[in-house]
Every structure is written in structure tokens, then in C-alpha cells.
């Protein structure tokens, strides 16, 4: 029963809307729709029933392509860290999951494996981003390994970008370095190829290459360079809710919640909302947090609790009552706003919604 009044809302036609700006920003390009991390936070079958139309999904691990394979998804599924245990590899063979290989003992695994089927490799390529991938001077031997193994491979060539989400001059030359790297060490193979995540995507868009990779954006979260108001065309998928459960006055002086961490300087209206950081509310949001309480922008004050918040609602005392609705992130205040005063980014914000917070879509 869902009588506690937190809840998240699924804009389902928001993640249509938002791959169909995806594909405008890369015409030419195939769509692998990011839904690694349950969907990120959003239900990870509930995304992929939306994002049908794209040309392919991806993942972290093999239960999650497993489980849309059980759901009936003939898409290509790409897992974006490739295996983790060379067993794992006769099931991803079987389930025709496409493998990223980003390390030696991960071509090792391909090569002394025999199999009749037709394997969808990704050599993944460290471009300057130094976390996974072969670096450009290994490309030519693993491709020529994987080329003259008796398997058959379908060979595909990927990076990513570590920084196409800032601004500064710094990042922009180096992921134009990491674009220009890309480029020298791929040309002169005719395999499928693959670089932008969300951000390399709605910035760099001239270097798409045959596959985009956008996860963050379908879920209508623009580039973070981007200003808040200037992401108007992607639509926010998830609105994280509650309610007011209980309303009081605090002379000047008192203290609220938590360690005394907020104390009145003058005579205050504070709402206690319920939601916090068991449901997936970040606990380093500090005071000044905005929080939409009927529809009006008020400041949290104090500390995060498991269950509740408490906000200053004392220039709209008279309209806020019990049940008034409150909005944590959603449409009129971006979930990356929030994350921005908690000192972390959306991504971890949508990724940490708990279990207990029902999800209703919102068809
Ligand atoms: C997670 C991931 C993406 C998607 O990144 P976003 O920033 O969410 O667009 C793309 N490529 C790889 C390899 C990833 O791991």
C-alpha cells in the first residue's frame, strides 16, 4: 500500500521524446540507449519498453541483459564492461549479447573460446580517460588476433570521453585530443565505431561516429555544462514526490533537527515533508537546498533525516498546509540542481532512489 506519500513518477512518453532528441542530434548514427544501473534508478525494463526504437541497449553486467533477453528484447545488448569471468561467456554467447573487451585477459578469454556463432566484440580503446581500454598502439595486434582466431568476430571499435561535460579550456582541449586520438588510432579500419556518451553526443555531435551512446540525456538530463533553463528540449522523466506531514513555528534563536545544525534567526514556518535519505534523498543536501512545496521554491533547513526533511516555508505559510505536495527534483527543478548544492551529480541522485519508493508511471 502506498499511503506514504513518497513516491516517484515515471514520464514514460518523456524517455520516447528524449531518444527521439538523441537520434536528431545524430542522424546518421545508431542509438545504443544506456539503461545500465536498473535504468538508472528508473526500473531498468520499464526504459527499455519505452526505448524501443533504439538499435540497441546497454548494460553493466550479464543479469541485467539476461533479464531483458527473459523479457523478450531481440535488441543488440552491449555490456559495456564486457565480462567480469570467462564463464560467463558461453551465456553470453547464447543470448547473442554483443561484448566489450578492454584488457588482455578479456582477449584471451575470446580466443581460446570456439563457438560457431558470430560474436559482437567492442575493443574498447583508452583514449586519455585511463580507466579501461587497450591503448591505440595495441589496437592493430588485437584486431589481428581477433581476425585470425577461428572464431568469427564482428568487430567494432570504441572509447569514451572523460570530460565532453565541462567547459573549461582545459577539458575542451582534452577531449578534443581524446576525439583527434580516436580518430588516428581507428582509421585505418572499416569496423563499426563508437564514441559520445550523452554529453560528447549534444557537444561534439560532428565525431558520432556509427554508434552514440547516450544514457543520462534519455532520461532528460542535458549536458551539465548546460545551463538549467537553456536543456528546454529534452523532457524530465522522473519527478521525485512527497508530502507535507506536519507544520510548526519556531521562534528565533530555536534550533531544528539533527545536531542543532540550523538554528532560527528569526521566527520561522518550517514543513516537515516526508522523505530522506532512506529513500534515496541525498543527506549532504545543506540548508538552502530548493525544494518545490506547492509549487512554490522554499529552502531546505537542518539536516537530512532517514525519513523526513524540513524546509522554511514561512513566506507561503498561509497556502502550504498538510498533504500540500512537495517536489524534491522533477519538472521546475532539475534533479541536477539538487545534486549541485549536495556536491554530487544526477546520475548518483536517480541511481539512489531506494526500494521502498514506489514508482508510478505516468503512462
Ligand atoms: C554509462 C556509459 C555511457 C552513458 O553515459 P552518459 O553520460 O549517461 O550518457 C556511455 N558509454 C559507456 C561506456 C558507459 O559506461
Not at 67 to 91: A, D, V
Not at 343 to 358: M, Q
Request: glycine share 8%; charged share 20%.
Amino acid at each position: 500500500m502506498f499511503y506514504r506519500p513518497t513516491k516517484a513518477y515515471i514520464n514514460l512518453p518523456a524517455l520516447r521524446h528524449n531518444l527521439h532528441i538523441a537520434k536528431s542530434l545524430a542522424p546518421n548514427s545508431k542509438v545504443l540507449a544506456v539503461i545500465k544501473a536498473n535504468g538508472y534508478g528508473h526500473g531498468i525494463c520499464r526504459v527499455a519498453q519505452q526505448l524501443v526504437g533504439a538499435d540497441g541497449f546497454g548494460v553493466a553486467s550479464i543479469d541485467e541483459a539476461l533479464l531483458l533477453r527473459q523479457k523478450g528484447f531481440l535488441h543488440r545488448i552491449l555490456l559495456l564492461e564486457g565480462l567480469f569471468s570467462e564463464i560467463e561467456l558461453p551465456l553470453a554467447v547464447q543470448n547473442r549479447l554483443d561484448i566489450v573487451i578492454h584488457s588482455m585477459h578479456q582477449l584471451q578469454w575470446l580466443l581460446r573460446y570456439q563457438t560457431a556463432s558470430v560474436i559482437n566484440v567492442w575493443i574498447k580503446i583508452d583514449t586519455g580517460m585511463n580507466r579501461l581500454g587497450f591503448s591505440t598502439e595495441q589496437i592493430p595486434s588485437v584486431i589481428k588476433q581477433l581476425e585470425e582466431n577461428p572464431n568469427y568476430f564482428n568487430i567494432h571499435l570504441m572509447s569514451h570521453l572523460a570530460s565532453a561535460d565541462e567547459e573549461s579550456k582545459s577539458a575542451i582541449a582534452f577531449t578534443q585530443k581524446q576525439i583527434l586520438s580516436f580518430q588516428c588510432a581507428t582509421e585505418a579500419f572499416d569496423f563499426p565505431k563508437s564514441l559520445h556518451n550523452s554529453s560528447g553526443l549534444q557537444s561534439y555531435a560532428a565525431s558520432s561516429y556509427d554508434w552514440v551512446r547516450p544514457g543520462i540525456l534519455l532520461y532528460g538530463i542535458g549536458s551539465t555544462s548546460t545551463p538549467f533553463d537553456k536543456q528546454a528540449k529534452l523532457k524530465t522523466v522522473m519527478r521525485l514526490e512527497s508530502a507535507v506531514i506536519a507544520i510548526r513555528w519556531v521562534e528565533a534563536g530555536e534550533f531544528v533537527g539533527y545536531g542543532n545544525d540550523w538554528r532560527a534567526p528569526k521566527r520561522t514556518c518550517v514543513a516537515v515533508i516526508a522523505i530522506g535519505y532512506g529513500d534515496g534523498y541525498p543527506r549532504h543536501a545543506p540548508t538552502g537546498t530548493p525544494v518545490l512545496v506547492d509549487g512554490k521554491r522554499v529552502p531546505l533547513i537542518g539536516r537530512v533525516s532517514m525519513d523526513m526533511i524540513t524546509v522554511d516555508i514561512t513566506e507561503h505559510y498561509e497556502r502550504i498546509h498538510i498533504d500540500s505536495l512537495a517536489t524534491l527534483w522533477g519538472e521546475g527543478l532539475s534533479v541536477d540542481e539538487v545534486a549541485k548544492f549536495a556536491k554530487t551529480i544526477s546520475y548518483e541522485l536517480l541511481c539512489g532512489i531506494t526500494s521502498r519508493v514506489p514508482m508510478v508511471e505516468i503512462q
